[in-house]
């Protein structure tokens, strides 16, 4: 008998973190330095029982909480987010109206249905190399090409972008690609931070090849890391606030990182027509994200419970990351080049050229021997042919593993790496 399974199901692989997960349970002494997880310590237990029990205080508050709501998402959650988002990109803008905003399942699921109301099958997005891996996998599932542009400390390649339009135009597969898609703050997996210069630049581009597609290119900028800024650096404005970018940019934005990845509340804010494609796709899905907890981000917000919850983690991070720094100073060879970030959870070395550090490689199973995990940065390469995925990288996470695990993961993964360099 065949299997009964659509292409997609049959086509969706698993995804490649979640080995990586399983081995992390199945030893029980493992350091692992490769979850995405946020700090566990930190979470908002107390904040969020203060303000769930005053939502349920009263029916009036209470049951609203209960009920099925809109799929647009609650109308003073979407107040209260544009009003955060101009806050931070500083001063009134019409490009952050609240009728531009979608509350949806963790930003994941904005992405997920972006990608579904803009790409066919054998359609194309650009991607960082290396980018977030969890977007890579929703593009194989559905059948979609990547190209990656080589991503520097600041931002993408910009030349390398246009190298990348221009043979896309004379090879007749522009008309194919329909996003770029840019994680711009303390970027997944590499912590890198992309400068405003560059996200307008990226957007000239972009318009500058619209023509030869024959349809809008839009720039989806994924800013889940954003709120999560140590203090030294300052904030650099999304590129919803650049000239043209209200109908070109969709942004992605969450309040699971900041406040509660259980929680699990994101946010988009798109132009037209996508708005109303994600909107009516949605509907399908699941025709709104839970009431109850979009109420516990909008009193959050209302009530500043939310600031103070953000500048608790901020420092926390910025505290984790340094141990982490100075573990890495002590313990890594001098050869390994490290790009520290500013803020997010993540950093990234990068071992000398040849050397790899992959899946299969000698390193990964000699450092899963000495009980620490991390992820392999060839995981968050597109599977693009135009080059070869550098294996000589790792993602190093500082956000759920305590100060100590971070001093001893570090310094067994450290050992590990004078071994074979
Ligand atoms: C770059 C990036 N974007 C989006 C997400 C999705 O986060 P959420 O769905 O919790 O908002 C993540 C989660 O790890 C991420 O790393």
Redesign the pocket.
């Known amino acids: 008998m065949n299997i009964a399974l659509s292409a997609l199901g049959r086509r969706t692989a698993p995804p490649p973190i979640s080995w990586l997960m399983q081995t992390a349970l199945a030893r029980p002494k493992l350091i692992s330095l490769a979850a995405?997880f946020t700090d566990n310590e930190t979470l908002p237990v107390g904040f969020s029982r203060q303000l769930l029990n005053e939502i349920l205080r009263t029916p009036k508050t209470g049951r609203p909480a209960l009920q099925y709501g809109t799929t647009t998402g609650d109308e003073k959650l979407r107040q209260l987010t544009a009003a955060h988002l101009q806050k931070l990109d500083g001063g009134p803008d019409r490009a952050h109206a609240p009728e531009r905003i979608l509350i949806t399942g963790?930003?994941?699921?904005l992405?997920y249905l972006t990608l579904e109301a803009l790409c066919d099958e054998g359609d194309l997005v650009l991607v960082e190399d290396p980018t977030?891996f969890?977007f890579l996998s929703i593009l194989q599932s559905r059948g979609l090409r990547a190209r990656g542009v080589k991503l520097e400390r600041d931002g993408i390649d910009l030349a390398q972008l246009e190298k990348i339009l221009t043979q896309l135009k004379q090879s007749g597969q522009l008309r194919r690609l329909k996003a770029l898609y840019l994680?711009t703050y303390f970027q997944?997996p590499t912590g890198a931070t992309t400068t405003l210069a560059k996200k307008r630049a990226a957007l000239t581009l972009l318009k500058k090849f619209e023509r030869a597609a024959g349809h809008p290119i839009y720039l989806i900028e994924?800013a889940?890391?954003r709120e999560l800024r140590f203090d030294h650096d300052a904030d650099v404005p999304t590129a919803l606030t650049l000239p043209g970018a209200r109908d070109r940019v969709i942004y992605?934005g969450?309040y699971?990182?900041p406040f509660a990845?259980g929680v699990?509340v994101?946010f988009g804010l798109l132009p037209e027509p996508v708005y109303t494609a994600v909107l009516r796709i949605k509907g399908n899905h699941d025709f709104g994200t839970a009431s109850l907890l979009q109420q516990l981000l909008t009193r959050a917000l209302a009530t500043g419970t939310y600031d103070r919850q953000v500048a608790k983690a901020r420092k926390n991070y910025a505290r984790k990351a340094a141990v982490m720094r100075r573990a890495l100073a002590e313990h890594f060879p001098a050869a390994v080049e490290i790009w520290e970030a500013g803020g997010g959870l993540y950093f990234w070395a990068r071992l000398p050229k040849g050397i790899s550090a992959g899946v299969n490689s000698k390193i990964f199973q000699a450092a899963l021997k000495h009980n620490v995990l991390y992820v392999p940065g060839e995981l968050c390469y597109a599977d693009d042919s135009a080059r070869r995925k550098p294996a000589n990288e790792l993602r190093l996470s500082f956000g759920n593993a305590s100060v100590e695990n971070i001093r001893t993961g570090i310094r067994r993964l450290g050992a590990v790496l004078k071994k074979f360099l």
């Open positions: 995405g963790g930003s994941q699921q992405l977030y969890v994680v997944n994924d889940a890391y992605a969450t699971s990182k990845t699990r994101g």
